[in-house]
């Protein structure tokens, strides 16, 4: 053995050549720790200290080889001085540095995921051999930074400029022939044959058959390209990297400024310029928001986990209700491997709901996504019916009938009727108290809800409801069934409008106040989509329904009636009683026609500004810092009571809901990161600015407690 630690071994395997192997101890996976990083120095300095040997191979383990960066060690990283960053990533790229310059040749046998300092691990050595299935690249711009381990230097020598802006700043997970193609890897080979395949390329360096000292040379050097092909690759990619990833994620176009500048530098001088460049984005709120987003994503998924173990098996499910939702859910059941049955009232019901399925399938078909016979099996795993025939093998139903709650209330008794008893009843409802739901049922403990968005197979979020008497099976076995079906299932307690609608109609409410005070609807939504949201307000909508809305609205006002109760008509209530339902009947704040290719494209409406005309009070042209206010305040505080109410159990559940849920823009973090990074003194000094507005804008007593003690929403 040449070196033994706990996150690496090297040990001689034939004929001269060393095996570095990583497999760190307690984990499933291998990752780029702080203890890695000092083990690999030493090991590399064990590695030195021998002095017969003629190659290395670097391997890994575990499944993956090494999937990146340990990112829990960031916050705390980050939080550091400019200068400390700086100083810790060149100390991390010493040992980099040290493996690539090993006075023999190195290969690594990439034999799964190798992401971000995973794969900076590999470009570190001469060579790199890849099984098919494993999967390379750089995706540190997720997190609003970008690599830091000279990623940005070996790549860009390694496969050109134009291919690592696209990898590095895309931060896109690479298959193996696509890596091949670029020459990030030189061959790949079945993961069993991949040590073998290393071995060889090192024996044919060491034979003069393969030549590992101008390969090392060439990733050491400059970027091969003449003034005017540098200034034609790094100038127009900055244009359009800059365009695509817009001015809210500044990390993309910093990469590529970073390779521009060190282009002409030699690795000692490139990687200084990385390390500063890294620096400089890892001090930025965005990278500590998608750091932090990150994490929550970590604890949601271990909270979901967790259920899991509890669950009982789905084998088969079935689904009240073949409309809009209905059709979406077996779709995504039996797309994710759970046959559905699809159960509705009327035959035309089941056409329209199967009709859905069979255009998204066609779709991912077309796309190349699936194939023709896999299509055919996903879409027999469907099975509509019009009666209860197969209920009694159903381990858990989705009802998505019409939200009336007289209606569900008989249906999920019938439904009970007919299942076993043990089988786990949800309901699909958006507005319909869950616990009001279950006071009819004979086994209200196995009832909860389980909120899907519109559109199912595109939304990611499902909310569980837990009623007062909902058991743990059930919110465990429907969580299970969620993640089953590719979504982030996050467990909230029952009350109006649940976690995702209840924050949403206050946002809305921001919005109806601005537009009567004489805001401009369509500025309103610019500033907002300029601020980070997928769409404005006014749009946003228009897409949900403006009968929906007001229905939802009526709902919130009745449970929220302190706040949310508003007895002057609002551009909302004037968009409806003109039958403007929005996107569904193609008027709303906006008219909708088909563009060239046939999408529906919204453009402005005149009428709508007349229409509006008898509810705008005021005259005022409002700035963008005053529209954000009035906006986010009323959705930031609705935010805070739904955790203090217990609604929800952890700031991390809340901040994913909105993301996942509402498109909240990610890089913000979540409505109470945004407390949080606003300050929560300064938060609340500006709520009351606004207290004028109506209780919408007022804070909650705790807030201000936290205020005056300097308490925060996360560490
Ligand atoms: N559309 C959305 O954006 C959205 C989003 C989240 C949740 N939801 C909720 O999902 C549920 C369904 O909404 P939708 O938009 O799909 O409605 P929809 O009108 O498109 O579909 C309802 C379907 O239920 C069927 N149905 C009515 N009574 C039935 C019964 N007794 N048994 C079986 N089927 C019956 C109808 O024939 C119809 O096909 C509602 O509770 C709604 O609030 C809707």
């Known amino acids: 053995m040449i070196y033994e630690g706990k996150a690496i071994t090297v040990k001689e395997i034939e004929g001269g050549i060393a095996q570095l192997n990583f497999d760190l101890q307690g984990e499933s996976v291998n990752k780029f720790n702080r203890l890695t990083i000092e083990e690999l120095g030493a090991a590399t300095d064990a590695i030195k200290a021998q002095n017969n040997l003629k190659g290395l191979v670097v391997t890994s383990s575990k499944d993956s080889f090494i999937v990146g960066a340990d990112i829990t060690e960031f916050t705390d990283l980050f939080a550091g001085p400019e200068e400390d960053l ?232 079935a689904v009240l209700g073949a409309g809009i939702m209905g059709g979406g859910v077996a779709y995504q059941s039996a797309l994710k491997g759970t046959p559905i049955l699809m159960k509705d009232i009327a035959q035309e019901g089941i056409d329209l709901g199967l009709k859905e399925a069979k255009g998204l399938l066609t779709k991912r078909v077309s796309k190349g996504k699936m194939k023709a016979d896999k299509m055919a099996d996903v879409l027999n795993s469907i099975t509509p019916t019009l009666n209860y025939g197969d209920f009694k093998n159903v381990d858990l139903v989705v009802e998505a009938v019409v939200e009336n709650p007289k209606v569900k209330d008989i249906v999920l008794r019938e439904t009970e009727d007919q299942v076993r008893e043990d089988a786990i009843l949800t309901s699909n409802t958006s507005t319909i108290s869950i616990n009001l739901l279950a006071k009819n049922l004979k086994r209200p403990e196995n009832f909860c809800g389980m909120h899907f968005f519109n559109p199912v197979h595109m939304m990611p979020l499902v909310e569980v409801i837990r009623g007062e008497k909902t058991s743990d099976r059930a919110i465990a076995t429907t969580v299970a069934y969620a993640k089953a079906m590719g979504k982030t299932p996050i467990v909230v307690n029952d009350c109006p409008g649940f976690l995702v609608n209840r924050v949403l109609f206050p946002y809305f409410g921001g919005f109806a106040g601005l537009v009567r005070d004489g805001a401009d609807f369509q500025k309103v939504d610019k500033v907002m989509e300029k601020f980070g949201w997928p769409m404005g307000p006014a749009y946003l909508l228009d897409v949900v329904g403006m009968d929906t809305a007001k229905h939802a609205n009526e709902v919130m006002a009745e449970g929220f009636p302190d706040r949310m109760k508003d007895e002057n008509k609002s551009s909302i209530d004037v968009m ?50 005053e529209i954000i206010a009035r906006m986010m305040i009323p959705l930031c505080l609705e935010t805070v009571r739904c955790l203090e109410d217990g609604i929800v159990e952890a700031p991390a559940d809340a901040d994913m809901g909105l993301i996942f849920g509402i498109g909240f823009p990610p890089f913000r973090g979540g409505a109470l990161r945004y407390i949080d990074d606003m300050g929560v003194d300064k938060f609340v000094e500006l709520a009351d600015k606004y207290a004028d507005l109506g209780p919408l804008y007022h804070p909650t007593e705790k807030l201000r407690e936290m205020a005056k003690t300097g308490k925060k929403f996360f560490g």
């Open 576 to 625: 409806f009683e003109n039958n403007r339902y929005g996107q569904k009947n193609d008027f709303g704040f906006y008219k909708y026609e088909l563009d060239r290719k046939g999408k529906k494209k919204k453009v402005v409406d005149e009428e709508t500004y007349k229409l509006i005309e008898p509810v705008v009070q005021g005259q005022k042209d409002f700035d963008e810092e």
């Open 86 to 317: 700086v100083a810790n990533n060149l100390k991390a790229n010493e040992v980099f540095n040290a493996v690539e310059d090993l006075p023999f040749p190195t290969v690594t046998a990439i034999n799964g995921i190798a992401l971000g300092g995973g794969f900076e691990m590999c470009l570190a050595t001469d060579y790199r051999v890849m099984a098919p299935k494993a999967k390379v690249g750089l995706p540190e711009v997720k997190l609003g930074i970008f690599p830091g381990f000279g990623g940005t230097v070996r790549l860009s020598r390694l496969v050109g400029v134009d291919n690592a802006v696209e990898w590095i700043c895309g931060g896109t997970e690479n298959r193996a022939d696509a890596a091949l193609k670029i020459g990030a890897v030189d061959a790949v080979v079945e993961a069993d044959k991949l040590v073998e395949a290393a071995v060889a390329i090192i024996d044919q360096c060491n034979e003069g058959k393969l030549d590992n000292q101008a390969r090392r040379e060439e990733k050491k050097g400059k970027i091969k390209l003449n003034a005017m092909e540098s200034m034609m690759a790094f100038e127009i990619s900055k244009a359009f990297v800059g365009g695509k990833a817009g001015k809210n994620y500044p990390a993309p176009v910093e990469a590529i400024k970073t390779m521009q500048k060190h282009a002409s530098m030699t690795r000692d001088k490139a990687i200084e310029v990385e390390a500063k460049g890294f620096a400089k984005m890892a001090k930025t709120n965005v990278a500590a928001c998608l750091v932090g987003l990150f994490l929550n994503d970590q604890a949601l998924k271990k909270k979901a986990s967790a259920w899991e173990k509890e669950a009982s098996d789905v084998k088969l499910a």
